[in-house]
């Protein structure tokens, strides 16, 4: 599934109220299975996260934050093993010193930091991950909807 494919499957009608629509990049060995293992046992998260998987939270590239945002996400996380616990042994280091780096710059070209998330959930911790989604969700309804790179007539 493309960024793209995310958003549309997200989008708002105009007669229900403002959802905020987040993107997930879920690592495919932690993350991901952590979220399989949340609906498993029935749990229950807001449905306006969007789950793409990655193989591992280090080929998150930040321009596909960046086109998740432009393309009209409210918010965008990034999901990872914990440090130390990766599949490919130090992807999510490269993640941790990148993202760190690119929330600075998001926050430069005005976009908000709760916007921008990264968490590390591995794939037992369901209850963890139903609650960081909630959290995002939260946070995100908070701010309202990204007008940073609203395009007319949209």
Request: with cysteine; proline share 5%.
């Amino acid at each position: 599934m493309s960024v793209e494919q995310a958003v549309e499957s997200t989008s708002n009608k105009a007669a229900e109220e403002w959802r905020p629509k987040i993107i997930a990049f879920t690592c495919n060995w932690c993350t991901y299975t952590g979220a399989d293992l949340a609906g498993l046992n029935r749990m229950n998260y807001p449905a306006d996260v969007r789950l793409l998987r990655v193989p591992c939270s280090g080929r998150v590239n930040p321009q596909f934050v960046l086109h998740s945002f432009q393309k009209g996400c409210d918010g965008v996380l990034v999901c990872g093993c914990h440090p130390g616990d990766c599949h490919y042994t130090s992807g999510n280091y490269f993640t941790r010193r990148r993202m760190l780096l690119y929330r600075r710059f998001l926050e430069y070209v005005g976009i908000e930091p709760e916007r921008f998330q990264v968490h590390w959930i591995s794939g037992s911790e369901a209850g963890k991950f139903r609650d960081t989604v909630v959290a995002a969700s939260e946070a995100v309804a908070k701010l309202g909807p990204n007008t940073k790179f609203r395009e007319e007539g949209r």
